[in-house]
């Protein structure tokens, strides 16, 4: 089956603590983005990458990290210097920029 | 400023009722996109339209360009349909990203 993955569901950091969020999809897509999503609010992109070991900022990338070394997977790491890490992420990919985009099941932060 | 403005945030309806879900936006877009995100919290996309009506079983999209609003119809609706809709857009002047609406909660009673 192919599809998104995202690990783990739920995701527990201490203060002071960095911790990664995965995401791999086996959809042969060439674009790949990272979404957080708080209530109330609507989704906001933290990075995109086109292609691999490429990416880019989105609206709200300080406090987080990621890398694009193989197409199937990019992960992303939430900082010490987030300070509000709390929050629904959401990875998505799309076969190439501006196509319709699949999501994964998403990762549930909780700050300790 | 760019924005999405969903309407309404939450929508109560009986089972086989007739839905709409309305999405404005304020400038320009080269594609708006409807979401339904499920209680567990997965996304799946709906439909990417730029113009027109767009149709998937139950389901109906429409846009109207020069009015920038789009709405999204639900007939003969069912409890299954309960999740949050969500619209999203791509401005002429952003390139590939996506901005989002805050969502309409649908809850359908049986």
């Known amino acids: 089956d192919g599809g998104i993955t995202q690990s783990p569901k739920y995701l527990f950091r201490k203060e002071g603590q960095n911790v990664t969020l995965s995401c791999e999809q086996n959809?042969?897509?060439?674009?790949m983005y990272w979404y957080r999503q708080d209530p109330g609010q609507g989704l906001r992109l933290i990075y995109y990458s086109q292609i691999v070991n490429d990416f880019q900022k989105g609206d709200i990338a300080e406090g987080y990290s990621v890398s694009r070394e193989k197409k199937e997977s990019f992960p992303l790491t939430v900082t010490s210097a987030q300070k509000n890490p709390t929050a629904f992420y959401l990875c998505a990919s799309s076969i190439r920029l501006a196509e319709t985009q699949y999501f994964g099941p998403g990762t549930r932060l909780l700050v300790l | 400023k760019n924005e999405v403005e969903q309407s309404p945030q939450n929508l109560t309806a009986q089972e086989g009722e007739f839905i709409t879900i309305n999405c404005s936006y304020s400038v320009g877009i080269s594609a708006l996109h409807w979401l339904q995100q499920h209680p567990g919290g997965g996304i799946v996309s709906l439909f990417m339209l730029s113009s027109g009506k767009k149709k998937h079983g139950r389901l109906i999209a429409t846009i109207n360009i020069q009015e920038k609003h789009s709405s999204l119809h639900i007939t003969a609706s069912h409890p299954r349909d309960s999740a949050v809709y969500i619209c999203?857009?791509?401005?002429?002047?952003?390139?590939?990203?996506?901005?989002f609406g805050e969502g309409t909660q649908l809850t359908v009673n049986p």
């Open positions: 999203a857009v791509r401005w002429e002047t952003s390139g590939s990203r996506l901005t």
């Open positions: 959809l042969n897509h060439d674009a």
